[in-house]
Each structure stands twice: as C-alpha cells, then as structure tokens.
C-alpha cells in the first residue's frame, strides 16, 4: 500500500525566514507529485507539479519553489518568508487518472 | 480558467437525513470530477470519481453529473456525526484540477 508522509507537521517561522517542506511517497514508483496551499478560509490551489525527478512545472507564483530530488520524494521552500505564506500546504500524488491521494498536511504559521 | 463553485456554503443535517452539496463549473470540456472530505485542516480523503453524465455510488456516496448543466452534486446517504467535515469539488480541465471552496456539513446526532 502507498503512503505518503509530510514534515514538519506545523511550524511558527518569522518573517524573512527560510522555509522548507518536505513531502516522500513510499510504495509506488514514479508517481506524480503535487503541492497545493490552502489559506485560511481560503480555496485550496495547485502550486506545483512534477511527473518525473528533477522536473518541477510551476502553476501559481507565491515565491515559493518546489524541487524533485528523488522519485520518492517532494520538497518546497523558499529563501525568504513572507506573512501571505501562512496556510496549509498539503502534498499529494496520483496515479494515472488523476485521482489525487493526500497527505496530512503542514500547517504553517508566518509571524 | 475553470471556475469552481459550491453549494451551499454550510449545511445542517440530522443523523440519518440525505445531506446534497452542489458544485457547478465554468468549462464544460472538463474530463473528470472528483469529491473529497477533509476533516479540520487535515489532508484530503477522495469519496468518489464520475467520468461520465449520470449516477456513480461508491457507498453511502453517489454523485450525479450533468456536464450540460454544468453541475455535479454529491448525496450522502444516512450521514452519522462522523461525516461532518468539508467537502470538496474537484474538477480536472486540462490535466489541472480546480477546487471549490467547499461545503462545511454538520451531522447533528
């Protein structure tokens, strides 16, 4: 059976902090990874994707930057915090047909 | 873009009643809609898929779409407090799928 795990499961950052979090899939080979942000109260969206290892398609700018490393594994940062970021980011894959399966989400407080 | 819109923004219901949430969409073109749940800022569990107009049940879940409507709707069946969470539409328009802003059910025992 698949897994996928996410980390850390929250964090309190300062504004102009670095950020990074990381997202593996175990159990299945090549899968399509996702990141999607949800603010609070908000619409969750679709920040990046990637289809194979070292590939990253980018679908809404946050200055936020998503990098495939391995097969396994999904991981977002940035260099530079900004209070906007706050939210909920939620790692996913799918199998072909695009059935998405998530993860249990990071939660991330900006101060 | 697709648009994705949900209805209603909260719903109420008794244990045991049929609770119905509606989504409507902007791009008739789309090729697959999906519901989910998330409980309180949790990660999302997938209810059930529809490909095509007409009914899919997966359990006490059926989704009905009606692409010249624009429209596709969940029922639960017998909903328990259990269920209460958000619900999401999920629609798949050129291999990016757009969420709605959900339907926040309360299953009251």
């Known amino acids: 059976a698949q897994t996928i795990h996410q980390w850390p499961v929250a964090e309190i950052k300062a504004v102009g902090s670095p950020l990074s979090l990381g997202c593996t899939i175990k159990g299945k080979s090549s899968p399509n990874l996702y990141w999607y942000w949800q603010a609070t109260g908000g619409t969750l969206q679709q920040l990046f994707y990637s289809i194979t290892v070292g590939q990253v398609e980018s679908v809404v700018q946050l200055n936020l930057s998503a990098s495939r490393p391995k097969d396994d594994q999904f991981i977002l940062s940035t260099e530079k915090l900004l209070l906007s970021h706050s939210g909920f980011y939620l790692c996913?894959?799918?199998?072909?047909?695009?059935?998405?399966?998530f993860g249990e989400g990071s939660r991330l407080i900006v101060v | 873009q697709q648009k994705v819109q949900q209805s209603p923004e909260s719903l109420t219901v008794s244990e045991g009643a049929m609770a119905s949430l509606n989504c409507t969409f902007s791009d008739g073109t789309s090729n697959n809609f999906r519901w989910y749940r998330q409980h309180s800022a949790k990660g999302l569990e997938v209810l059930v898929s529809?490909?095509?107009?007409g009914e899919k049940e997966e359990g006490r879940f059926t989704a009905h779409l009606n692409r010249a409507n624009l429209h596709v709707s969940l029922h639960i069946r017998e909903p328990q407090p259990s269920d209460s969470a958000v619900y999401l539409c999920a629609v798949n328009s050129n291999n990016r799928i757009f969420f709605g802003d959900g339907t926040q059910l309360v299953v009251k025992p």
């Open positions: 529809i490909f095509s107009d």
């Open positions: 996913a894959w799918s199998p072909p047909g695009n059935t998405l399966y």
